[in-house]
């Protein structure tokens, strides 16, 4: 199986930044696509962005232009860099990886998530 561990979220205050990275570990063979997503209290989850193994994106319109979704595939790692951060981006934030293990089965795994507050 794959396994998907984030880190860096946190309390920040509005326009501020921070960087969340996703570690992928496991028996991978080629991971496709990549991506994170939120949910904050009573809203369903959404989707924030995501990135190809071509390096291929899409973004949220809500986060367009102050977040930046990149990968590094030799370390399976994708990263969400967050600037001019306001509170409605206040969430728990999970990543998502999807592609095959060496099996050669396909395996879609999700991240435990990482809360997210931008709060003064």
């Known amino acids: 199986q794959v396994q998907l561990v984030e880190s860096g979220g946190g309390l920040v205050q509005p326009g501020g930044s921070l960087r969340l990275s996703c570690a992928a570990s496991?028996?991978?063979?080629?991971?496709?696509?990549m991506g994170w997503y939120r949910q904050a209290p009573g809203n369903e989850r959404e989707l924030v962005a995501t990135?190809?193994?071509?390096?291929?994106?899409k973004y949220a319109d809500s986060v367009k232009g102050r977040f930046t979704i990149s990968r590094d595939n030799a370390k399976n790692t994708v990263y969400l860099q967050m600037n001019s951060l306001k509170p409605e981006d206040t969430a728990v934030y999970s990543c998502?990886?999807?592609?095959?293990?060496?099996?050669?089965?396909?395996?879609?795994?999700w991240g435990q998530g990482t809360q997210v507050t931008v709060s003064s």
């Open positions: 998502n990886a999807e592609g095959y293990i060496r099996t050669m089965s396909r395996f879609r795994s």
């Open positions: 496991g028996s991978i063979f080629s991971i496709n696509a």
């Open positions: 990135i190809t193994s071509g390096g291929n994106t």
